[in-house]
């Protein structure tokens, strides 16, 4: 297996905001990139690369956010790493879904995986359903988390939305999906410790950074598959009544996704569901201690 050091690292290593941000964070930031080199791998014209790490019976599998790749996931891996098999690959080059799930499940092989849990939010939530659909046998556990199901009438606007990304130069798309993504950093909630402030102006001070480096394509990738997501998966039936394992969903009352809640769980028997009143789509960061301590009792009864 080819081990290197990944050719896009959504991060200036010299950036001030994030050193002022957090000195402390930047210095961890920087030690898990050290410290986690990429694994890339061919697969069917495909380039992919992914982190894994850590050592245990059961593997987390993580999937990140939009314009991200697999060390957006930085802060999830070190949680979980020396209790359990991690794998977080990067969704930023396929062009179809089954090719998505195909080339997922060629990392697993890869890697000597069985099955797995997924851990997921917002966008990755969407890769997560579409994978767990295909996979459902492979996977013992589900975490979602602001995200919603498949819905055809939601896939109009992001085919057009591909047409414009394709056409448009890089510089101007990056600040568009910046000016829409960092929205959800503009609310902070009052009741955060003087920790979870700092946390959430290095996180903000993160994607920044991350936006302004993202490449076009990714950004190109990720609006496709959300396209063929809504228009494929919202055509068949999601009924995983004869599913083993378990499901856990996370929602903010005041996060987009809200108004699907209901649709977006039935499909799960019993699913364990948390609700937060006001915390936005931002919810893991800023209430970090009571939504980890939620995933750990989750992941305990997995066992």
């Not at 359990?84 to 090719?99: C, E, H």
């Not at 606007?157 to 448009?168: C, D, F, G, H, P």
Request: charged share 20%.
């Amino acid at each position: 297996m080819v081990k290197k050091k990944s050719s896009y690292i959504p991060l200036k290593i010299n950036s001030s905001s994030l050193k002022d941000a957090s000195l402390a964070r930047y210095n961890k930031l920087i030690s898990f990139y050290n410290s986690h080199p990429l694994f890339f791998v061919d697969f069917n014209g495909y380039h992919l690369d992914y982190i894994a790490a850590g050592s245990g019976n059961q593997t987390i599998l993580i999937f990140h956010g939009a314009s991200g790749n697999a060390y957006t996931t930085y802060e999830i891996i070190s949680k979980y790493e020396s209790q359990y098999r991690v794998i977080a690959p990067s969704i930023t080059q396929f062009t179809s879904i089954d090719d998505l799930c195909d080339g997922i499940n060629f990392i697993l092989d890869r890697e000597k995986v069985g099955n797995v849990i997924i851990r997921s939010g917002s966008f990755g939530s969407m890769v997560a359903q579409a994978y767990f659909h295909r996979n459902t046998s492979r996977v013992d556990g589900i975490i979602l988390a602001n995200s919603y199901p498949p819905k055809t009438e939601w896939n109009k606007s992001y085919k057009q939305m591909v047409v414009l990304l394709k056409i448009l130069p890089e510089k101007i798309i990056r600040k568009v999906v910046a000016h829409k993504l960092l929205k959800y950093f503009e609310n902070v909630p009052e009741n955060l410790t003087p920790d979870q402030r700092e946390q959430f102006s290095f996180m903000k001070a993160y994607y920044v950074e991350l936006f302004k480096q993202v490449p076009k394509s990714v950004i190109v990738c990720q609006s496709l598959l959300t396209k063929l997501w809504n228009y494929k998966d919202s055509a068949i039936t999601r009924d995983y009544s004869n599913w083993n394992g378990k499901a856990l969903i996370f929602m903010s009352a005041n996060d987009s996704g809200y108004p699907y809640l209901k649709e977006f769980a039935a499909p799960f028997i019993d699913p364990h569901i948390h609700v937060f009143k006001n915390e936005g789509h931002l919810v893991s960061f800023t209430q970090e201690a009571e939504y980890d301590g939620i995933i750990d009792e989750f992941l305990k009864s997995l066992v």
